[in-house]
């Protein structure tokens, strides 16, 4: 359990011994051991005491306050690796507007890959659906990436493939649930809403793991510096959005796991999951992090959560040794 998720509106985290208990009133939800904890994250009104936070903090676990709906507020953590060269060479790197370039371009060029691949898997498995167009875009797109010259013209060419594949969605959720365009802030339709929520938990985890090996989340290399984002964990989140978000919430859509009954419209007008169906959701993007497939570069069975370790690894080295970076794409 590297993640535990704490999302009983109303609950206690408490401590006992070398174990974390959860209760509501005078019931007892949950009981484990500190030791198999990495991270714990606080969705909405949930108490922790004192003693929790501090046994998480002496076993090295972050912990992560997020609203009721997974909008991340901030963290807490056992303090700032004593990597001092280590975030100096980060610090270089930034400046480096070459290797920034490449890394930009990199990053960029599997995004779009792996939007390839979604569309060409889709008409594999529904013949009625044409999709050339939009992939024949997307190959024109990569072509130009590599003569950029600078991150805003990258940027330009993702946001252009972005939206060809965007434009696409659509007709891959088959669902009831209508999307018509990506929107983020705040997203304006159940579809969009699944979409952020996942990015939100894979950006706040990938985090975790890149201050876990000594780097500075804030700091990024493609997304720029801006107050209280994650830039670099979000520059990796980009090898992750479509392979792992995207296609989970396909699969959601399609096999109606997920359908209209489970969101309500809040007063502010924007759409939420119920209490129910957002622990639901949690279950089930659990499961899909943690479940295996083959990487064929390694020649093994890993899980995401496993791949997530492997780039930030690999992003260590990047910035230790100027070594170009390669993003994980996932076999199509």
Avoid: W
Avoid at 96 to 121: C, G, M, P, Y
């Amino acid at each position: 359990m590297p993640n535990l998720y704490i999302t009983e509106q109303g609950a206690r985290v408490e401590r006992i011994s070398q174990r974390l208990v959860v209760r509501k009133g005078n019931e007892r939800l949950l009981e484990v051991p500190v030791k198999d904890v990495e991270r714990m994250l606080i969705f909405g009104a949930v108490q922790v005491t004192t003693q929790a936070l501090s046994l998480l903090l002496e076993r090295g676990a972050d912990v992560n306050f997020l609203s009721v709906h997974g909008r991340f507020r901030g963290k807490l953590c056992a303090g700032l690796s004593k990597n001092v060269q280590l975030r100096l060479a980060q610090h270089c790197r930034l400046q480096d507007e070459k290797f920034r370039l490449q890394f930009a371009i990199n990053v960029v060029e599997t995004k779009v890959k792996s939007q390839q691949a979604i569309l060409k898997r889709y008409m594999r498995n529904h013949n009625h659906v044409d999709f050339h167009r939009e992939v024949e875009t997307m190959t024109n797109a990569l072509k130009r990436l590599c003569s950029q010259t600078n991150i805003d013209s990258v940027r330009a060419v993702e946001g252009m493939a972005t939206a060809v594949y965007f434009n696409s969605f659509s007709q891959m959720a088959r669902s009831e649930l209508v999307f018509v365009t990506r929107t983020k802030h705040p997203p304006t339709d159940p579809v969009n809403g699944l979409l952020s929520l996942g990015y939100a938990l894979v950006t706040g985890e990938l985090a975790g793991i890149i201050e876990a090996h000594g780097l500075d989340p804030f700091m990024g290399l493609y997304h720029t510096a801006k107050q209280g984002r994650q830039s670099l964990a979000l520059d990796v989140l980009e090898e992750f959005r479509h392979p792992l978000v995207d296609k989970l919430t396909l699969k959601l859509l399609n096999t109606r796991t997920i359908s209209a009954s489970d969101f309500e419209k809040r007063d502010d007008r924007r759409i939420y999951l119920k209490g129910d169906s957002f622990k639901r959701y949690i279950s089930l993007y659990e499961e899909y992090l943690t479940r295996r497939f083959f990487v064929k570069e390694l020649g093994k069975q890993l899980s995401f959560r496993d791949v997530f370790r492997l780039q930030a690894e690999k992003l260590v080295k990047t910035i230790k040794t100027g070594a170009e970076y390669k993003p994980f794409i996932q076999g199509r």
